[in-house]
């Protein structure tokens, strides 16, 4: 049986690379620059070069914007098999957000040119890319809507169920960057996660929040102002 390396198997599992043989995943895997951040490290900010897309292997990524008056906006939060940058990365833009290490994370960085030639020997990876595309915008248009139409506690319940798609029942997230994350005050974030704790849907650790019960923070969802 062929041993593949790390990154070929985080690769495997991303929807972006799905369709291609063992031996190709590998040989982009060879192309890809490991990389190691610690907590608070830059990835990248607004404004520079778009010339990779990243993967990570361990750990959170934060993709941050700001206004003038310095005031941060979390746009999202990425763990374990997640990949992001693609957008500037594909068009050649700058980047339009900052990325973070919300931990210590480890990563690896596919080249914009190593991308695009290998777009042009694999066309079916297109169509993956269209695809990873329209689920980002989709996620963007969702989030908006949730912005101007729910009210606090629905919102934050499909915030958190979101992050438990990618971290599994204990996410870990401040709450600083959860009401970063879902556009409310930090105040009124922790009201909302301290009633559920009382109430025994979620458990509030030091920078971790762990869903106790699924199905009761799903029927949060549905309540209404």
């Given at each position: 049986?062929?041993?593949?390396?790390?990154?070929?198997?985080?690769?495997?599992?991303?929807?972006?690379?799905?369709?291609?043989?063992?031996?190709?995943?590998?040989?982009?895997?060879?192309?890809?620059?490991?990389?190691?951040?610690?907590?608070?490290?830059?990835?990248?900010?607004k404004?520079?070069?778009?010339?990779?897309?990243?993967?990570?292997?361990?750990?959170?990524?934060?993709?941050?914007?700001?206004?003038?008056?310095?005031?941060?906006?979390?746009?999202?939060?990425?763990?374990?098999?997640?990949?992001?940058?693609?957008?500037?990365?594909?068009?050649?833009?700058?980047?339009?957000?900052d990325?973070?290490?919300?931990?210590?994370?480890?990563?690896?960085?596919?080249?914009?040119?190593?991308?695009?030639?290998?777009?042009s020997?694999?066309p079916?990876?297109?169509?993956?890319?269209?695809?990873?595309?329209?689920?980002?915008?989709?996620?963007?248009?969702?989030?908006?809507?949730?912005?101007?139409?729910?009210?606090?506690?629905?919102?934050?319940?499909?915030?958190?169920?979101?992050?438990?798609?990618?971290?599994?029942?204990?996410?870990?997230?401040?709450?600083?960057?959860?009401?970063?994350?879902?556009?409310?005050?930090?105040?009124?974030?922790?009201?909302?996660?301290?009633?559920?704790?009382?109430?025994?849907?979620?458990?509030?650790?030091?920078?971790?929040?762990?869903?106790?019960?699924?199905?009761?923070l799903?029927?949060?969802?549905?309540?209404?102002?």
């Amino acid at each position: 049986m062929t041993q593949i390396s790390p990154t070929a198997a985080a690769l495997s599992i991303n929807p972006l690379f799905s369709g291609l043989a063992s031996d190709d995943i590998q040989r982009i895997a060879d192309l890809c620059v490991s990389l190691s951040l610690s907590k608070g490290q830059i990835l990248f900010s607004k404004g520079q070069p778009g010339d990779a897309l990243y993967g990570i292997r361990r750990g959170r990524v934060l993709i941050r914007t700001s206004n003038p008056a310095g005031k941060q906006h979390t746009i999202a939060v990425y763990g374990s098999g997640d990949i992001f940058g693609e957008i500037a990365m594909l068009d050649g833009r700058p980047r339009t957000a900052d990325a973070v290490a919300g931990s210590p994370v480890e990563l690896f960085a596919f080249r914009r040119i190593d991308f695009t030639n290998l777009i042009s020997q694999k066309p079916n990876i297109a169509m993956n890319v269209i695809g990873l595309l329209c689920a980002r915008l989709r996620a963007t248009s969702n989030r908006l809507e949730e912005a101007t139409l729910l009210a606090l506690a629905p919102r934050l319940a499909l915030g958190l169920l979101r992050l438990a798609d990618d971290f599994g029942e204990e996410i870990p997230i401040s709450q600083e960057e959860l009401s970063d994350m879902v556009g409310a005050t930090r105040e009124a974030v922790n009201r909302q996660l301290q009633m559920w704790h009382r109430s025994g849907i979620i458990d509030l650790k030091r920078s971790l929040i762990q869903i106790v019960s699924l199905a009761r923070l799903q029927a949060e969802t549905l309540k209404e102002a």
